[in-house]
């Protein structure tokens, strides 16, 4: 044999010993094994004739063609589209979801108050439900939103802090939520060097929860000692309406000062018999007489009196066709004054513990005015025996004042809606407009 075909014939039998070597190509991560794994033990004994023609064609086909079929599409469709579309679709739906009709009429608000930190600010808080969403707040110095900057970015959080970067003589701010109707609301107290009991009778919750407005009314002690910085703080929130609860002693003593423009009227429950604490009731307190039954023999008497009853009835008229804002005071601001805010409130819809709650008020306000009026009280002659909590007593509220004048009404009329018709002689129509004028959003 020669040379030449001695080394063909080792080239054909290396190529019969390779070819039961030859593998198909792994699979890719994720992919079925190719069904042709089983085949290189039954192709090991055809090495010289079936060898080279099927290892060249299988060993290229398979791997070339599965590759990318297997490998590339498959992990296309499961990182891209099941991935990106449910995540889309459930971002559009959840900021596109409407506000029902009915939900944009009413006040989704439960609480929402408004605190000054002095010199560094506004504090303003709130609750309401989910459903209402992110809640933008806006700051004014007028209620009607005139002239208002933004008070901070939309929030969930039910907190915001404001510092205002103008001075205004009071703030307002409004509360919009993404679903609802809006709600004004500002710092109860005005802060009054002259009057600490001047007060904003509105930013109540009704039972059918609409909200009193704030901006409007206003309870208040006696005027006659405000400062020319109160005075320009009531020119400011735009009073144009002082209604004097007080006796004429009163008002000759201590007569009102009042802001440019605005109107004085009188409405005294007193005028045809002395009603509350006067002069005669702190004499007698201090010769020993029963300093417990004064005030609430007073609440009883605003109600059964017929004299205060025409006076009050007179007051809600101003409350109700009046020009605004109306503050209403007495002296203290807490018994005529108390009495006519709750029989406004309760008229409105405001729950009876919240009403006896703003009644309270009064205590804190004036604790200090009141701490020296008995330190003098103390030094008249007259008054040496008195003890101070008998003294006190008639200077200050405790709900069982309140409650004794609610128990007349239970006892004469049966029900407070009964007095404000029998007793009062207010129609449905005064009633509704009443509540029209200063109630903010629809029943829930």
Not at 38 to 44: D, L, M, Q, V, Y
Not at 214 to 229: F, I, P
Not at 370 to 375: F, Y
Not at 388 to 401: C, F, G, H, I
Request: aromatic share 6%; with cysteine.
């Amino acid at each position: 044999m020669t040379s030449l075909a001695r080394r063909a014939l080792f080239a054909l039998a290396a190529v019969a010993l390779a070819a039961p070597q030859a593998q198909p190509a792994a699979a890719s991560p994720g992919e079925a094994p190719a069904p042709t794994q089983a085949r290189p033990a039954a192709a090991a004994k055809p090495a010289a004739k079936a060898a080279p023609k099927p290892v060249a064609k299988p060993a290229a086909k398979p791997v070339a063609k599965a590759a990318p079929k297997s490998a590339a599409k498959p992990v296309a469709k499961s990182t891209r589209k099941p991935a990106a579309k449910p995540v889309a679709k459930a971002a559009t739906a959840a900021s596109t979801t409407p506000c029902p009709v009915d939900a944009r009429k009413v006040v989704p608000f439960t609480a929402a108050s408004v605190s000054s930190l002095g010199g560094d600010g506004f504090s303003i808080t709130w609750l309401a439900p989910a459903s209402a969403g992110p809640v933008q707040v806006s700051a004014a110095p007028r209620p009607d939103g005139t002239g208002g900057v933004r008070a901070g970015p939309a929030t969930r959080t039910g907190a915001l802090y404001f510092q205002p970067k103008t001075a205004a003589a009071r703030w307002y701010f409004t509360l919009k939520p993404a679903c609802g109707r809006s709600l004004t609301v500002a710092e109860r107290n005005l802060h009054l060097d002259g009057a600490p009991n001047f007060r904003d009778v509105g930013g109540y919750r009704t039972d059918d929860g609409r909200w009193v407005r704030m901006g409007m009314l206003y309870r208040a002690d006696e005027l006659s000692h405000l400062t020319d910085k109160d005075l320009k703080v009531l020119t400011g929130v735009g009073v144009k309406t002082v209604a004097d609860l007080r006796t004429v002693s009163e008002r000759s003593r201590q007569p009102d000062k009042l802001p440019p423009k605005a109107v004085h009227a009188v409405y005294d429950p007193s005028e045809d018999a002395p009603i509350g604490v006067t002069q005669d009731s702190f004499e007698k307190v201090a010769s020993g007489g029963r300093y417990d039954r004064v005030l609430p023999e007073a609440n009883r008497r605003f109600v059964s009196d017929p004299g205060a009853s025409a006076a009050f009835r007179k007051l809600m008229g101003q409350f109700a066709t009046g020009e605004n804002p109306t503050v209403f005071h007495c002296t203290a601001g807490k018994d005529r004054t108390g009495w006519a805010a709750a029989v406004l409130l309760t008229a409105l819809g405001v729950p009876r513990e919240t009403v006896m709650a703003d009644y309270m008020l009064s205590a804190d306000n004036l604790a200090e005015k009141n701490r020296v009026a008995l330190s003098m009280m103390q030094r008249t002659p007259g008054f040496e025996r008195a003890r101070p909590e008998q003294l006190e007593s008639l200077l200050t509220v405790r709900r069982a004042y309140l409650q004794a004048g609610f128990d007349q009404v239970e006892k004469e009329y049966g029900s407070f809606d009964a007095y404000l018709h029998e007793g009062l002689g207010l129609t449905d129509a005064e009633l509704e407009a009443l509540r029209a004028r200063y109630l903010v959003g629809a029943a829930d």
